[in-house]
T-cell receptor, first 115, second 114 residues
């Protein structure tokens, strides 16, 4: 296992289209997180899964955003009717259950550009 | 969303120089973390701090957790060109639900001239 894997690395889409991103966490990790990072800013929390249950959602996650983690393994993040303001780097991270002693392990992200 | 304040925003230094950056918050955090992010990649953990006042080193990097648990600094000694990147601090906050959330700083961009 080489870490957290995200696909695609880059996505360019027209405004109004739907997009879906995939994240494969480290196999032993049961916690999975999605963060969004805009240019010049630090990552901001979007949502969190423990196994297949989505336990936390940020107010940043509008109704156009939906995340799933079927079977508690990989996760998908879908954005419907994309807007230019959705352009950002979408980062996935995973961690062990228990005290978050060592932070998260992040993937390389998916950079979304909405034109 | 909530973010921590980092300073300076950017630094341009000569190879071999020492670097110092800090991070402040209006909130108390249980754990402070320092990450480095290179272009087109996700953040990579450098140092984790668990106790107020704790001083921790990782090679040429040294970080301290402030006594008040509202601030931290990161020092890099004898900088080299591969230190180039954006350095983020992050505070770990435990929510009422037990969820452990990371709140990130605004970042310090480091450029090193050979």
């Amino acid at each position: 296992d080489t870490g957290v894997s995200q696909n695609p690395r880059h996505k360019i889409t027209k405004r109004g289209q739907n997009v879906t991103f995939r994240c494969d966490p480290i196999s032993e990790h049961n916690r999975l997180y999605w963060y969004r990072q805009t240019l010049g800013q630090g990552p901001e929390f979007l949502t969190y899964f423990q196994n297949e249950a989505q336990l936390e959602k940020s107010r940043l996650l509008s109704d156009r955003f939906s995340a799933e983690r079927p079977k508690g393994s990989f996760s998908t993040l879908e954005i419907q009717r994309t807007e230019q303001g959705d352009s950002a780097m979408y980062l996935c991270a995973s961690s062990w259950q228990g005290p978050l002693l060592y932070g998260y392990t992040f993937g390389s992200g998916t950079r979304l550009t909405v034109v | 969303g909530q973010q921590l304040n980092q300073s300076p925003q950017s630094m341009f230094i000569q190879e071999g120089e020492d670097v110092s950056m800090n991070c402040t918050s209006s909130s108390i955090f249980n754990t402070w973390l320092w990450y480095k992010q290179e272009p087109g990649e996700g953040p990579v953990l450098l140092i984790a701090l668990y106790k107020a006042g704790e001083l921790t080193s990782n090679g040429r990097l040294t970080a301290q957790f402030g006594i008040t648990r509202k601030d931290s600094f990161l020092n890099i000694s004898a900088s080299i060109p591969s230190d180039v990147g954006i350095y983020f601090c992050a505070g770990q906050a435990i929510m009422n639900t037990g969820f452990q959330k990371l709140v990130f700083g605004t970042g310090t961009r480091l450029l090193v001239s050979p």
